[in-house]
């Protein structure tokens, strides 16, 4: 049978169904991609993970496994150590021989990304990349270096590689469980794509040509996502904003769920797509929503400055003013409108009033996930403070097998470099911390060096930093004279080491430390956990930021279709670019911007709650007017296309207001 072509008359509502379909089956597609990349990254954490001989008491002990943590550019990875204990033993996934003494195996991206750094260099010997095979991710970094001794103790002794259970370690330990990764997909992604695809297919439904283009829309819609699936399935794909990879190979895995599901999609489409329009609710901006809007907003403000006690005033004032904000930005649209002699667009409170919901309030509600996601805390916040005070001039050594020759000999690398190291201990009974150094090292910090332990009273920013970070700001410190090479005896074991140099010493430190302890050492800054805690949250903020611009982009893209539909109506026999341009894109534009103030208005009360560690990024309302703009000038061209004698009279369904 042949298909007639689509006239002009019917190019709106027939675009608007197929977009809204391709959409929808890029939603649904898009929790089939969650599951196949969880489902990858869960086989290959399997397949790589140690086989703990405490869980396989009756098989043979072939590999020593310990891991480790460093970081490059403040983003930690981990640090494997292995040994074999058997001659034929396998070795992990990912690497074709064992790294050898002093010799290193890093990933790809480990060695891109921390080149700067000399993170080549920093473990022993590159002897190696490893594989795809060994990674999670292409984008994983990772290090797998020589265990030097099998007599280590706080060891993993394993028989093997890959367990049904296994000890999860690098990129995966930083995964999130699958229910919340799917719950925040449904929310943000499905069911705004199910909102488009409603009201794209009320509005078509609602004229009789459209409605018999209906199926070939539907169709099309659905047929658009396969290229889509060929893609994922054959090219690693890079998520913007995050940076995030999906493997293709996961991907491909699930080939044929993704068919299957194509097929699903186009079926329930069609089946919702025979049902007519129904009336819709008309939105008008009233007197009143301003009135509520006013009251609302003193209450969050109020409930904010009365301190935490008002918290539930301020929230209940909160969800006052995000719900009535559309009815205050609706009548200051029309307001502009009637001033500026707009008529046309004065005339249509209905359409207005629906971009006014469709723009501002997923714009609002999700700058208020990004502030409260991405939210620092006091440990945290000390942290960077430390670290714009001194920099990476002290850095903590944590590390196994420190003994007298090797603290030593660590000690004596250090010395050609103008570097300082301080060993400090701690009274099992009072908690007091000692800190150990040359006569030299004490002075420098304005510490006293004696025989016997002196109080530390020093006002050296390095000395206050680090009496900060080892016994808080209630603690008791005190300083000793240390002889390198003379150990006395009664003296405990250090719990770390403390190297004290001029600023960008770290990697250098990391270096000569991997070299001389024998279990992977731990060297950081002071308080570097938190900044890596901190540096999560900001991470999952992007994440929010990535979907929350998804849910603006569909919401807005509904909202234009709906606005577009009252317009039609209203110029009876079609309308220009001109009154497109002013009907539909400036009043978008002007909603972004009033609802971004009034979104960075309500972020700063929400930032007092958290006093002041949330996270305020400009960079949101960048990407919020590129996706506002870019839906508001695509539109209104494609609404002035769409005009014709097809929308002359009002038709059943779409009420306008």
């Known amino acids: 049978m042949r298909v007639k072509p689509v006239v002009k008359g019917e190019l709106l509502p027939f675009t608007a169904v197929a977009a809204a379909t391709a959409v929808l089956t890029l939603a649904v597609l898009a929790l089939i991609v969650v599951v196949a990349d969880h489902d990858g990254r869960s086989v290959r954490d399997a397949e790589r993970g140690p086989r703990l001989a405490s869980r396989h008491p009756g098989e043979r002990v072939t590999v020593l496994w310990a891991p480790g943590f460093d970081d490059v550019g403040g983003i930690q990875h981990a640090v494997v150590a292995i040994a074999p204990l058997t001659h034929g033993a396998v070795p992990p996934p990912g690497l074709s021989r064992w790294p050898g003494h002093g010799e290193a195996v890093l990933s790809p991206a480990l060695l891109r990304e921390g080149e700067k750094e000399g993170i080549g260099e920093r473990y022993g010997r590159l002897a190696g990349l490893i594989s795809r095979e060994g990674l999670v991710s292409v984008e994983e970094r990772l290090a ?76 099309g819609g659905t047929l658009v996502a396969g290229p889509v699936v060929v893609v994922l399935t054959t090219t690693d794909v890079r998520l913007p904003v995050t940076g995030y990879v999906l493997s293709a190979h996961f991907m491909a895995r699930w080939l044929w769920p993704m068919c299957a599901t194509l097929g699903a999609v186009a079926v329930v489409a069609a089946l919702l797509g025979r049902k007519r329009a129904y009336a819709a609710p008309v939105h008008r901006a009233t007197t009143f929503g301003v009135r509520a809007f006013v009251g609302c907003t003193c209450v969050t403000a109020a409930g904010t400055f009365a301190g935490t006690g008002a918290a539930v005033v301020s929230l209940l004032g909160a969800v006052g003013f995000v719900l009535t904000l559309p009815a205050v930005i609706t009548a200051a649209v029309r307001r502009g409108a009637v001033m500026s002699s707009r008529s046309r667009l004065a005339g249509a409170p209905g359409g207005v009033s629906r971009l006014a919901w469709a723009v501002a309030v997923p714009l609002v509600l999700v700058f208020q996930l990004v502030v409260w996601t991405g939210r620092s805390s006091e440990a945290s916040d000390a942290a960077r403070q430390t670290f714009e005070r001194i920099g990476t001039s002290v850095a903590t050594v944590h590390a196994g097998g420190m003994s007298p020759d090797r603290i030593t000999t660590f000690h004596a690398r250090l010395l050609p470099k103008g570097w300082a190291l301080l060993k400090a201990t701690r009274d099992e009974y009072t908690s007091t911390v ?224």
Not at 165 to 172: A, R, Y
Not at 545 to 558: K, P
Not at 611 to 622: A, K, M, T
Request: aromatic letters at 8%; a positive charge.
């Open 434 to 657: 000692t800190l150990h150094g040359e006569c030299r090292t004490l002075s420098r910090l304005g510490m006293e060096c004696a025989d016997i332990p002196r109080p530390v009273r020093s006002t050296d920013p390095r000395a206050r930093e680090i009496l900060r970070w080892t016994v808080g700001t209630t603690g008791d410190a005190l300083s000793r004279r240390w002889r390198p090479g003379k150990e006395e005896t009664g003296v405990p074991q250090p719990e770390f080491l403390l190297v004290v140099g001029e600023k960008d010493t770290l990697g250098e430190v990391k270096r000569i430390a991997y070299r001389i302890f024998p279990r992977v050492p731990a060297v950081d800054v002071l308080g570097a956990s938190w900044l890596t805690v901190e540096l999560g949250a900001r991470r999952t903020a992007t994440w929010v930021t990535l979907l929350g611009l998804i849910a603006l982009a569909l919401t807005t893209a509904a909202g234009l279709i709906r606005a577009s539909a009252d317009f039609h109506i209203l110029a009876g026999e079609g309308i220009s670019r001109k009154v497109a341009w002013w009907g539909l894109a400036v009043p978008v534009l002007l909603i972004t911007l009033m609802a971004s103030a009034a979104a960075w208005w309500l972020g700063g009360m929400l930032n007092m709650h958290l006093e002041g560690r949330g996270w305020l990024p400009w960079s949101f309302f960048g990407g919020v007017f590129a996706v506002t703009g870019t839906s508001a000038l695509l539109g209104a061209p494609a609404a002035a296309a769409g005009s014709a004698k097809a929308w002359r009279k009002p038709y059943s369904g779409v009420a306008s207001g």
């Open 144 to 219: 797998y270096v020589r265990l030097p001794r099998t007599d280590l103790p706080k060891v993993y002794r394993a028989t093997g590689f890959g367990d049904v259970n296994p000890l999860v370690f690098g990129e995966s330990q930083e995964r999130q469980g699958i229910s919340s990764l799917l719950a925040a997909v449904v929310l943000f992604i499905v069911f705004p794509a199910c909102a488009l695809f409603v009201t794209a297919t009320r509005v078509a439904t609602a004229l009789p040509p459209a409605r018999r283009r209906l199926p070939g829309a539907l169709a």
